[in-house]
């Protein structure tokens, strides 16, 4: 496209001045050799996915579209199809779009046909684009059970998709060593979620913020690929009662408030019962209207409205009339609710599930700390403090623990008192 638009102004430029010269082609068209070959090195540009041809790399499955009906499949190095549920194969070599879509009962690649399911492998450096957007690994789809939809999964080495997740979790630009810490926390946290769900299901992670943000190689930069390769392989881990060390749900919010809270009373994990911390770390680096937010007004219909919307069950109750908190943890977060009904019955809510129920987005009501103040039929939520469940590390307070020169093992430590920090294994030298 670039080289084409040169062309066209070049021919321009011979309508507007015919006395150019031969010498002057001569420099242009050195232009363009030029250009097609840097061009070319850019098109080469992509470092080889790393730990994809080393079998002692853990691999995790994301899913990143559960019913597309079609999609568009690239790559510059060409790319394998293999039938998964049968003995089918095809090989592309070309850079033009391979259109995948559903054509009788089954998956179309191109002109092949490949039953329900079929896998995707580009060639080294083993990456593909996926309706113009790249990804290292391999692309798994499957044909849903009604036959109308496609799941697309993203099946790679975990240290090439920490790549694509650490970059949407923290801010690239942020210290290398919180880089790193975050780097162990959302290694940890994969294979905690992996472990523990993926034998249930034909992927392990989503690509939302319901697992982590994921967004391949778009989301890739020097620092992230820094961080996350000198601390490969490296999880956090507990010791339970028979003396296993097992990885736990490493959870991170943005910022804690000025005080961690413990898993068990916000998520009712019987796992990771980390201990939670005082942290006068965050307050001084958060933004400060993320830290002490604007009190949040709802009217208590709203409030009603939105609790049944997210939990049809409390139908039950007919309608919400008030509600009350029963149990809150340090700073006063809000950690338990006790909803009333219209016709006097109670149901109780963990204190995070009633915030993300009237603000699921998180951005106005911010964390489960603050107090309730009630007036007619108002609801105000004020004195707010922090960013987010509160829960595990706190990404602001790792930030400010990195700029006054700590490692990423002590800021780990800090924040996981009672885990130890391991390597899983040592095939990757950054
Ligand atoms: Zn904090």
Request: aromatic share 12%.
């Given at each position: 496209m670039v080289l084409f638009a040169y062309v066209k102004r070049m021919h321009s430029l011979r309508q507007a001045n015919d006395r150019l010269t031969k010498s002057s082609f001569g420099v242009l068209w050195a232009c363009v050799v030029l250009m097609l070959f840097f061009s070319g090195c850019r098109r080469r540009s992509y470092d080889t996915t790393i730990g994809i041809e080393d079998p002692r790399q853990t691999w995790i499955r994301v899913l990143l579209f559960d019913n597309l009906t079609e999609c568009t499949v690239t790559s510059m190095s060409g790319f394998a199809v293999t039938e998964l549920a049968g003995s089918r194969k095809a090989q592309f070599h070309t850079e033009e779009p391979i259109p995948v879509r559903i054509h009788k009962g089954q998956l179309a690649c191109g002109e092949h046909e490949f039953g329900s399911a079929l896998e995707i492998q580009p060639y080294d450096p083993f990456v593909f684009d996926l309706n113009g957007e790249p990804y290292r690994g391999y692309l798994r789809l499957r044909l849903s059970e009604d036959a109308t939809g496609i799941e697309v999964v993203n099946a790679l080495p975990i240290e090439a998709y920490l790549l694509g997740v650490v970059g949407m979790e923290m801010y690239s630009y942020w210290e290398p060593e919180a880089l790193k810490a975050q780097s162990v926390v959302s290694r940890t946290y994969s294979l905690y979620i992996k472990n523990r769900f993926g034998d249930q299901r034909s992927w392990d992670v989503t690509a939302t913020e319901a697992s982590q943000v994921y967004r391949g190689l778009k989301a890739e930069s020097s620092t992230i690929r820094q961080a996350v390769l000198s601390t490969a392989g490296q999880v956090l881990t507990e010791t339970r009662p028979d003396g296993r060390q097992v990885v736990f749900p490493t959870y991170f919010s943005s910022s804690c408030g000025g005080h961690t809270e413990e898993a068990g009373h916000v998520f009712g994990d019987t796992t990771g019962a980390q201990a939670a911390v005082e942290c006068s770390y965050c307050a001084k680096t958060a933004r400060r209207k993320d830290f002490y937010w604007q009190p949040v007004r709802y009217s208590m219909e709203e409030i009603s409205r939105k609790l049944i919307q997210r939990y049809p069950s409390l139908e039950k109750l007919e309608q919400i009339r008030d509600f009350e908190v029963i149990e809150t943890g340090y700073l006063s977060r809000v950690t338990r609710v006790q909803l009333r009904g219209k016709n006097e019955r109670f149901e109780t809510l963990r204190g995070e599930d009633f915030r993300l129920s009237l603000d699921p987005t998180g951005r106005r009501l911010k964390s489960a700390v603050f107090t309730v103040q009630k007036s007619g039929d108002n609801v105000v939520f004020g004195n707010g403090r922090g960013f987010g469940h509160?829960?595990?590390?706190?990404?602001?307070?790792?930030?400010?623990?990195?700029?006054?020169?700590?490692?990423?093992?002590?800021?780990?430590?800090?924040?996981?008192?009672?885990?130890?920090?391991?390597?899983?294994?040592?095939?990757?030298?950054?």
């Open positions: 509160g829960v595990g590390l706190c990404q602001y307070g790792t930030q400010e623990l990195a700029r006054q020169g700590n490692e990423y093992r002590r800021i780990l430590d800090f924040y996981f008192p009672d885990s130890g920090l391991v390597s899983i294994q040592t095939s990757i030298n950054p």
